[in-house]
């Protein structure tokens, strides 16, 4: 059975692994990207401080929904405002011995903790152990390498988007070790997105033989995905209409043609 966390736990669990000092006192780009083993202001370096700070903004959204008292909300809003400023352009050139003091205190990482039992049972997390991550991370390399290596004639950007989804998947599981929630999760349904049009958007009678196989091994690897964290059912049954949605958000900027065939199954939920 998977372990389950939550949002703000995992942010605790990722700000308490950030507490390192040492000899030298590193600008905190610096340390971030030494720390999550990304070149220092790279795409990918860029890719994971937005989805903090994105993981921050959702939290500040979830406590403003909650049923606690005010002055505890305002404290634990101005708690998540101080851990984002570790992130910002600031944090990142200042010393990271500065964010450390001022922004990643325990002063302000510890609320988490306590914030985590208001979110346990309403936004659930699978916590997986490192060897069922680096299952998950084997998968998708395989994946990945044989998408790379593929090209469709006529939906090609399709493709590129299960490879980009994939990617985006496998960067915030590996360095941030997030794996159900916000962005990360984001990233597996953009990635479903893809395979929903290619799988049911496009009339069977014209896919071409790559994209049957593409349908066929990207299924199977969802399929692992959501057995890893036992969200399958949910997903991809009672989630499949609001999947079919996203996934049409998130190629409209590619290809809105390939999704037309897409359309009037949404509204149905079939």
């Not at 993981?55 to 101080?82: F, G, P």
């Not at 969802?222 to 190629?251: N, S």
Request: aromatic share 8%; glycine share 6%; hydrophobic share 45%.
């Amino acid at each position: 059975m998977t372990a389950i966390t939550d949002p703000a736990r995992e942010l605790a669990d990722l700000c308490l692994r950030l507490q390192e000092t040492g000899r030298t006192d590193p600008a905190g780009a610096e340390f971030l990207a030494r720390k999550l083993k990304v070149p220092e202001w790279s795409a990918e370096f860029y890719a994971l401080i937005f989805a903090i700070a994105r993981r921050v903004e959702d939290l500040r959204a979830i406590v403003e929904t909650l049923d606690i008292d005010d002055d505890v909300r305002a404290e634990t809003l101005a708690d998540l405002d101080q851990i984002a400023q570790a992130f910002t352009r600031n944090g990142l050139n200042n010393n990271w011995s500065h964010s450390l003091k001022n922004y990643l205190s325990p002063t302000q990482v510890k609320p988490l903790r306590t914030l985590s039992q208001f979110l346990r049972n309403q936004y659930p997390t699978p916590r997986l152990e490192d060897a069922e991550r680096e299952e998950l991370l084997s998968e998708v390399d395989k994946l990945l390498g044989w998408l790379n290596d593929q090209q469709l004639a006529d939906q090609d950007f399709v493709r590129q988007a299960l490879v980009e989804g994939l990617t985006q998947f496998r960067h915030r599981l590996e360095r941030l070790e997030w794996v159900g929630w916000g962005y990360t999760l984001q990233s597996m349904r953009d990635v479903i997105g893809a395979y929903l049009a290619l799988e049911r958007g496009l009339p069977p009678q014209d896919l071409e033989p790559t994209a049957t196989v593409i349908v066929k091994r990207v299924g199977a690897l969802i399929a692992k995905v959501y057995e890893k964290v036992h969200l399958a059912k949910g997903v991809l049954e009672a989630g499949d209409t609001v999947l079919r949605l996203y996934g049409m958000a998130a190629l409209m900027t590619q290809g809105p043609s390939a999704i037309v065939a897409l359309l009037p199954q949404a509204g149905h939920g079939q």
